[in-house]
């Protein structure tokens, strides 16, 4: 920390005089066309000096909208009430003058989407002085603000700060921008730096860094910080106290430990029990929160929770609950009325922990236990075939010029992989983004033949396959995209959209007729539902839409694309549960991509780890998650947050260096070289060997390979 | 940079050839200044036609007459009209006419427009962008010689209740007009003013909306949210970050609103009698004169291409991301 010393003002200095923020009884409200939305409905919460406060909820809580108006940055048709406090001064009511004056030098705020926060136009060390001059006029001359923002890129971790100090935004990658954002932040030493989401358009191992990044920065500046996000990971093991959203209210907040530990509040129960676990030894079902959060343009009376809580009573529904005191604790509030004996039913597990609390959800919530299909009890070699993708190769031309192309150079966006799936078998596809996932899944789906390698489709090699046989082949096939919004054509009634592959297919009338409510009843929807537009469903509703037309042609494999990663967190659980137990019932196989390896431990019976477009590690979920081998294995596993403070503290994370390699130009011998921190620390004698011979993947365990020449089990999670 | 801006040059060169080359081909299909000489009363005798056939090089075929022609203009001479007077001479004086209107047009229409588009996107939605928008779609849907003939009235009334002639409508200059210096700047500045607010006006209504929506795209951008959040206040964000980024698409446009300035040029230099470029094609088009069809043409073109590469450079300076 010799660099910030000499940058910023020891902390600490002014902390002895009361909160740093206090927000008391604020509400906002919007126009719309339906009536005003009352996004913020009376919030009341307090920053001091140096302390982390964690803002959860999800998407509509209100949480974001309620830390612009901390900055005054609302549009001008907000209406705002209530009071604002920062450090003894109202914010409410003052000038845009007045705010500049506040805005960046006492106060700072990170955005969520790197890539758009910086103007395209003015290099990044231009961006980071300009918040430097904008507050030192007469004081602070040109020179010594870019001198000093490039300190502070330096600070937060840019290789090479001078140089990239002249770099345009695009020129960074994402992470590399939230960094530059970052020192923006605290280019002034700010009192308080307020971190909307910062991480979630972020890679997972990229999150780390850039969550290590914040870390230093409160460490530097003694900032108070307060970070909004949706992921009870991503704040378990960074904040001091948390508080927890729900339709514009706070409805628990309380110390870190305390929240995760002994939750009060269903909603938070649920939400808890709702994220899939990295960590979990066994697999343990997932809560789903039914329904979906109340429309903020009339609420009803009562408790907002009230329509989707499985506690809740007839007492709910006439009056909303104030947040008030848990146990006496003096720090522990909740807005429940039932809190009581949530606590009563909490005290019967033995000892207090985050574990526990699932536990409770598990009961509260009255999960089932999904059984495995039958299949699966066969042993695996003896069961059939699904996929078989056999050295499997996509490249892309780099080309130059506009009348005469020329290839400069070619993209190893897939490079030579091999895996196959068994009847009744989830694998799994992770890995950063840029390393092949999609190009893997696309080459998958198109069922031509491949540029080199074979794939083969329950037996039948795709290469072989004519206009008729490969629509056969389709049948057995079928896919469920990413973006629930997109994919489902706005004009059709949603039982059109799950009739039209049984139409393409040539399936009579009558029988599409009756597969229909059939199809959406399996999904969780109703049979009256099958004249309704998409744009009447929620996103949790709209992809069990597109779960539906997947099944409509009775398919063997279903190819997943990302199926909850646009989705909240207690609608994602609802929709992995209706995989998990479709597959059960049907005996469906699943290609499941994903970048949240979390919802992959859950889901699949197999794994693969894809890097620079080679498949790094691959085998059983239980043995791969808990005792990867492959250094990109366990870098990703420990970059992922657990949900549970406690463990999230004691955790220690290997943090990876840089940014991908371009796949047009990747590393020779091992690709993960360049980033891996094993070959870092070998001798050079050994690491030669990483650097001339690309290592094969060789057996480690049962069902269990991995691409490393020098691969040991470590156990990060 | 340098290579590319040089390859959109020469590429533009041959446009500018090509295009001429069509009018010309075209002008010269369809002209029949011979068939006008016939219709004489008395006929002129067949040796004189014969040798205006020989002068017009109607004796030729079509594109060897263009490679006459252009093998002049590359000397400097752009031929001569079906009068037999020099082009050249007239070439010079009617550019000068017709550049001093378009470009004080341009200028002053990009920097009302681009001015008045802001305006309306920050106030959306409220009475000065509703006026705006009313304006500029009563102005774009207006002919040209309508809005024209419309401010010529309005001059004339504004002269009535003033009492005397300040503004004036007819020519560069007053015909014969001798004084001083300073006299005869302010003679022309008078002359002036109708015909340029003719033209600024619609360029003002095209720009404007243009620039009201690439406007209204940065207004909720997070960069400029990073800007305030830097303690930048709401105005300078807003000109140093949201204008500065809202430009770009801009740059494309003003190339092809060029297109647009001479067609209402043409009018425009007719109503007010300003004997420019767009007064000499029609002109020549009368005339079935091919020699100054094809001038006014390439001079067309070369604006036109002149004002693109204007906007590749202009492109390249505003955007960084386009630099090679």
């Known amino acids: ?717 | 940079m340098t290579g590319f801006l040089l390859r959109r040059l020469v590429n533009y060169v041959v446009l500018a050839l090509v295009a001429t080359f069509l009018a010309f081909t075209l002008a010269s299909v369809t002209f029949d200044p011979i068939g006008v000489l016939q219709q004489r009363n008395p006929p002129p005798p067949a040796a004189t036609i014969d040798a205006k056939r020989h002068d017009l090089h109607l004796d030729q075929p079509i594109p060897e007459r263009f490679v006459t022609w252009m093998g002049g203009v590359v000397k400097g001479d752009f031929g001569q009209t079906i009068a037999n007077r020099p082009i050249t001479e007239e070439l010079g004086r009617r550019a000068g006419v017709s550049l001093r209107l378009f470009l004080l047009g341009i200028t002053l229409g990009i920097t009302l427009g681009v001015l008045l588009g802001v305006i309306s996107a920050i106030r959306q939605y409220k009475f000065s962008d509703y006026f705006a928008t009313i304006f500029s779609f009563v102005v774009l849907s207006t002919p040209v010689f309508v809005i024209a003939t419309l401010l010529k009235t309005g001059a004339q009334s504004i002269n009535n209740s003033i009492g005397s002639n300040v503004l004036l409508f007819t020519g560069e200059t007053t015909p014969g007009f001798s004084g001083s210096w300073g006299a005869a700047l302010v003679d022309r500045l008078q002359h002036m003013i109708v015909p340029t607010l003719t033209i600024v006006l619609s360029q003002v209504a095209y720009y404007s909306r243009y620039q009201r929506s690439a406007m209204l795209d940065v207004l909720g951008s997070d960069f400029l949210r990073t800007a305030q959040a830097k303690g930048l206040t709401r105005r300078k964000a807003l000109f140093k970050h949201g204008l500065r980024t809202a430009l770009i698409p801009m740059a494309t446009l003003f190339a092809f609103g060029f297109g647009l300035l001479i067609v209402g040029g043409t009018f425009t230099e007719r109503i007010f009698s300003w004997f420019g470029m767009g007064d000499w094609l029609i002109t020549g088009i009368q005339n079935q004169d091919t020699n100054i069809t094809a001038t006014v043409t390439l001079f067309i073109a070369v604006c036109v291409l002149v004002s693109g590469w204007l906007a590749d450079v202009l492109y390249a300076a505003l955007d960084p991301r386009i630099r090679i």
């Open chain 1, 1 to 717: 920390m010799t660099a910030a010393d000499t940058l910023f003002e020891p902390a600490g200095g002014s902390s002895d005089v009361g909160p740093v923020l206090e927000v008391s009884d604020l509400a906002v409200s919007f126009p719309s066309e339906s009536g005003r939305v009352q996004a913020v409905r009376g919030l009341s919460y307090q920053v001091s000096p140096g302390e982390v406060l964690g803002i959860v909820g999800e998407s509509g809580s209100g949480k974001s909208v309620s830390s612009l108006a901390v900055m005054g940055l609302l549009p001008s048709q907000a209406r705002i009430s209530g009071s604002i406090k920062f450090q003894g001064r109202e914010l409410i009511g003052l000038s845009d003058d007045q705010l500049s004056k506040i805005r960046g030098r006492k106060i700072s705020m990170v955005f969520q989407d790197p890539l758009s926060a910086l103007t395209p136009v003015y290099t990044v060390g231009d961006q980071i002085a300009e918040g430097l001059l904008v507050h030192g006029k007469g004081r602070v001359t040109k020179q010594a603000a870019a001198k000093r923002s490039v300190e502070l890129l330096d600070l937060v971790g840019i290789p090479n700060a001078a140089e990239r100090a002249k770099a345009f935004p695009h020129e960074f990658s994402g992470g590399m921008r939230q960094r530059a954002v970052i020192a923006l932040a605290i280019a002034n030493d700010p009192d308080l730096i307020i971190a909307d989401e910062p991480t979630t358009a972020l890679d997972v191992t990229v999150q780390a860094q850039v969550l290590e990044v914040l870390k230093t920065a409160q460490e530097v500046t003694g900032a108070g910080i307060v970070i909004i996000t949706h992921d009870l990971g991503v704040v378990a093991g960074f904040a001091d106290r948390l508080m927890v959203m729900y339709a514009g209210k706070a409805v628990e907040t309380g110390h870190v430990d305390e929240v995760y530990q002994r939750p009060r509040m269903p909603y938070t129960l649920g939400l808890l029990g709702s994220i899939p676990r990295v960590d979990a030894d066994e697999k343990q079902p997932l809560v789903p929160i039914e329904g979906q959060p109340p429309s903020l343009v009339d609420l009803p009376q009562g408790c907002p929770f009230a329509p989707r809580c499985p506690m809740a009573v007839d007492a709910c529904l006439t009056d909303e609950p104030p947040l008030s005191e848990v146990d006496n604790s003096g720090d522990h509030y909740a807005a429940c009325i039932r809190s009581d004996e949530l606590g009563a039913v909490e005290v019967q597990a033995d000892e207090a922990s985050v574990a526990a609390a699932v536990d409770v959800a598990a009961e509260v919530f009255g999960v089932e236990v999904i059984g495995e299909p039958e299949v699966a009890r066969i042993p695996r070699d003896q069961r059939t075939v699904v996929l078989d993708v056999r050295d499997m190769v996509k490249e892309y031309p780099v080309t130059k010029g506009v009348v005469f192309k020329r290839r400069i150079g070619t993209v190893h966006a897939v490079d030579g992989i091999t895996f196959d799936i068994r009847e009744g078998e989830t694998l799994g596809v992770v890995g950063e983004s840029g390393c092949g996932k999609t190009t893997t899944l696309m080459e998958i789906l198109g069922l031509e033949k491949p540029m080199r390698g074979e794939i083969s489709v329950l037996g039948q090699n795709v290469s072989a396959l004519n206009g008729r046989s490969r629509k056969a082949v389709r049948r057995d096939m079928q896919v469920v995209f990413q973006d629930p919004m997109a994919s489902l054509d706005p004009r059709m009634p949603i039982g059109d959209v799950i009739a039209e592959p049984m139409q393409v297919h040539g399936i009579d009338k009558e029988q599409i007729a009756k597969r229909i409510p059939e199809l959406l009843k399996l999904v969780g929807l109703r049979r009256e539902h099958a004249d309704r537009y998409p744009a009447e469903f929620s996103g949790g509703q709209r992809q069990r839409i597109g779960i539906a037309r997947a099944l409509a042609l009775e398919p063997k494999l279903v190819v997943l694309d990302e199926p909850v990663s646009a989705l909240d967190v207690s609608i994602q659980a609802g929709v992995i549960n209706l995989l998990d137990e479709l597959k059960a019932k049907l005996g469906l196989s699943y290609l499941f991509v994903a970048h949240d390896l979390s919802v992959v431990r859950h889901i699949a019976d197999r794994v693969a780890v894809m890097y620079l477009g080679k498949i790094v590690e691959i085998g059983d979920v239980d043995s791969v998650f808990s005792s990867p081998q492959h250094p990109y294995t366990q870098a990703l596993l420990s970059a992922i947050p657990i949900p549970d403070p406690i463990k999230e503290r004691a955790r220690e994370r290997i943090i990876l260096t840089g940014d991908l390699p371009s796949p047009a130009n990747p590393p020779s011998g091992c690709r993960f070289r360049t980033r891996c921190f094993l070959h870092a620390s070998l001798p050079p004698e050994k690491q030669s060997k990483c650097i001339e011979v690309e290592p094969p993947r060789a057996v480690q365990a049962p069902d269990h390979e991995a691409a490393c020449h020098y691969a040991e089990p470590r156990q990060v999670v």
